[in-house]
């Protein structure tokens, strides 16, 4: 890591290494304590918490609850195992003099999009609409809002052929600068996405996303979260990189997008969120099976649930200000919700050009099923 740069989901050239499954198991004392602090004054602070929340939380260290379980690692490949980081309890990141707080001036998460997001403008507008309504619901209380797309050529970054998968990628730094200095003056922070791989340094294979804590700003790509792309004949190899000069980002003109399925749209809200909670100064979680987990390959990041672990829920929360209740509310709706709201037509457009395409959940209901669960103890 550079700083206070967070690398999500990195991997080095390789395959994952399996081996026995291991089960990380803390007490239930270490789990109350990584939740309340042993710090009076938070300690007072958790119990100002509605009896709801309180109860909900409380179910990191219940023996017999089933809503949180356990990390698990299933190779040597996995995250924790070959990236050793110190965990971090709420009181840790509530006492972190570095971690970014959203102010009554700066309420807003802007999304960029880099490059084209699906292969027609209307499944590109959707579906970044779709993670716009995701990324609100999840972050319940703060504004998002969509920048005007930008092409790969605007943010004059590095880029070069993956010497494993043939695919076209592009720096991760030089696009964290070229956010940063887009980053509005309203901005908690600015998040770029893009369907291109990304890779953060040239001894790195690739990485899922980066987010600069001090900058607010954060890059990912869903590259890698198409269905074909570990396949023999996937369609975004690039056989030899060919530049007429270093301003000639031709190579991206039509390059290979994936198609937007139900699974795609889910990793890409994995992705969004984990990346987002490092800009909040949420770390990598050690405690119980959490979206803020790392990980090391996409197999790995299957296994990470969306949702945050009630320690790294307790953080945001109170990053954030929200109501428990009202957030989870707000995630069932977007998932029950068919499609993103329509857009006004705009001169340039067609009336047939205006249309809606179906959000692709099925790949959240049973997120959704867990979520009325926690609701039902929330409001018992």
């Not at 998002?144 to 070069?160: D, G, H, I, N, W």
């Not at 996405?193 to 900058?215: C, E, H, K």
């Not at 200000?321 to 068919?338: C, N, Q, T």
Request: glycine content about 6%; charged content about 25%.
């Amino acid at each position: 890591m550079l700083g206070r740069r967070y690398p999500l989901a990195a991997t080095f050239p390789g395959h994952a290494c399996p081996c026995k499954m291991q089960v990380l198991q803390h007490s239930e004392q270490t789990l109350k304590t990584a939740l309340i602090s042993k710090n009076p004054a938070l300690a007072a602070q958790y119990e100002k918490l509605e009896a709801g929340e309180r109860r909900l939380l409380s179910e990191a260290f219940q023996p017999t609850g089933d809503l949180f379980g356990p990390i698990t690692l299933h190779s040597q490949s996995d995250w924790i195992t070959s990236h050793p980081e110190a965990p971090q309890d709420f009181e840790q990141f509530f006492s972190d003099p570095y971690r970014n707080t959203p102010s009554s001036e700066k309420r807003s998460i802007y999304i960029q999009a880099i490059g084209s997001l699906g292969n027609t403008r209307i499944i590109s507008e959707e579906y970044i609409r779709w993670l716009k309504g995701y990324c609100e619901a999840f972050f319940y209380g703060l504004t998002v809002k969509l920048l005007e797309p930008v092409s790969v050529s605007a943010t004059r970054c590095s880029f070069r052929i993956n010497d494993n998968t043939q695919n076209l990628q592009i720096h991760a730094g030089h696009i964290l600068k070229f956010l940063k200095k887009k980053k509005p003056v309203d901005a908690f922070c600015i998040v770029g996405i893009t369907m291109i791989d990304l890779y953060p340094r040239d001894s790195w294979n690739f990485v899922f996303g980066q987010a600069s804590l001090t900058d607010g700003v954060g890059i990912f790509s869903f590259a890698r979260y198409g269905r074909d792309f570990y396949s023999s004949h996937y369609e975004g190899k690039v056989k030899k990189l060919q530049k007429k000069s270093s301003n000639d980002y031709s190579i991206f003109d039509n390059y290979y997008i994936p198609e937007i399925t139900s699974l795609l749209l889910l990793r890409s809200c994995k992705t969004l969120t984990h990346e987002i909670g490092h800009i909040f100064g949420l770390r990598h979680c050690q405690w119980l099976a959490c979206l803020m987990q790392g990980s090391n390959h996409l197999e790995e990041a299957d296994r990470r649930p969306l949702n945050l672990c009630p320690i790294c829920l307790r953080k945001l929360q109170c990053a954030v200000g929200f109501s428990i209740v009202e957030r989870y509310k707000a995630l069932v709706k977007w998932i029950d919700d068919e499609s993103a709201s329509t857009p006004a037509v705009t001169p340039r457009q067609s009336r047939e050009d205006n249309v809606n395409l179906p959000k692709p959940v099925e790949a959240f209901k049973d997120w959704r099923e867990w979520i009325v669960k926690c609701l039902a103890i929330l409001q018992k």
